[in-house]
């Protein structure tokens, strides 16, 4: 197995080429990032005072007016609103890695946390106010779900018992940074998320053909719980999101998608 330091020397010249008279501080970062995210997160611990040996200072560089101006606008292409509570992150999640990894630099920092970046590792960083309102949309969101399942298990074919699941922030993200969680059957899919300020919502769909999948008598209960979660204590953080394409192909389709763990759940005979 390859050490840290082993890992570290194979690629250091390669990542952070450093003449022997640069200065102390961090050279202009315009060859040492891959993406502008990246240079973002380097800039943050650059103004932290993190310099190229990989010692944290106390020599914190404050930025230039027009500095915080092109971070934000990076931010927004990046698609952050504001871009509130990721400096904090950056720097509580590269100290925290440094610990573990003392070769740890900036540059190679920056490629790990674009990696491992989602939204919900915000959440620590909101108000409380905001944390409460979290717990309260995700019990809301486990509900839903113990409802569905419980539907599920009052009908007959197999093929409507299958439920695909999948928890985002376990996996790699693929670039997602919004999904926490899905759960998905083949009348209806709910989804856990999370936005750039930290904040959970829901969002759902119901297969248009549900009621010739489940029957009148179930449709209409499951009708009556969405209905109540777009009416109810958390109305402003439900919204149902279109499709737009066939539910039943895409239902077939996502069953193949790694880290989508697909289950039959056993039929209620009560």
């Known amino acids: 197995m390859i050490t840290l330091s082993k890992f570290y020397d194979k690629i250091h010249d390669w990542l952070m080429p450093v003449q022997e008279q640069g200065c102390d501080m961090f050279p202009p970062v315009d060859n040492l990032y891959s993406t502008s995210f990246q240079k973002v997160v380097m800039d943050y611990l650059k ?6 040996k990989r010692n944290t200072t106390s020599s914190k560089i404050y930025p230039t007016f027009v500095e915080i101006l092109e971070t934000k606008s990076i931010l927004r292409k990046c698609g952050f609103t504001t871009g509130e509570y990721i400096e904090k992150l950056v720097i509580y999640e590269f100290l925290e890695m440094k610990e573990r990894m003392p070769d740890l630099n900036p ?12 939204n919900s590792k915000l959440v620590n960083f909101t108000s409380l106010e905001v944390q409460k309102s979290n717990q309260n949309t995700k019990e809301y969101y486990d509900k839903t779900k113990r409802f569905l399942i419980k539907i599920q298990g009052y009908l007959k074919a197999n093929d409507l018992r299958i439920r695909i699941e999948c928890i985002h922030t376990e996996n790699k993200n693929w670039f997602n940074h919004t ?10 899919k709910v989804a856990l998320n999370c936005n750039e300020l930290g904040r959970y919502n829901v969002t759902y769909f119901i297969n248009p053909h549900f009621k010739e999948l489940i029957g009148e008598s179930l449709g209409n209960k499951l009708e009556k719980r969405f209905d109540e979660l777009e009416d109810g204590e958390i109305k402003d953080l439900v919204k149902i999101i279109p499709l737009n394409r066939r539910y039943d192909k895409w239902f077939k389709e996502i069953q193949s998608i790694p880290n989508y ?5 056993e039929q209620n005979l009560l």
């Open 47 to 52: 103004w932290y005072g993190v310099n190229k």
């Open 107 to 118: 540059v190679m920092f920056a490629h790990f946390f674009e990696d491992s970046y989602h």
């Open 179 to 188: 999904r926490v969680q899905e759960f998905i059957t083949p009348f209806c």
């Open 261 to 265: 763990k697909v289950t039959v759940m």
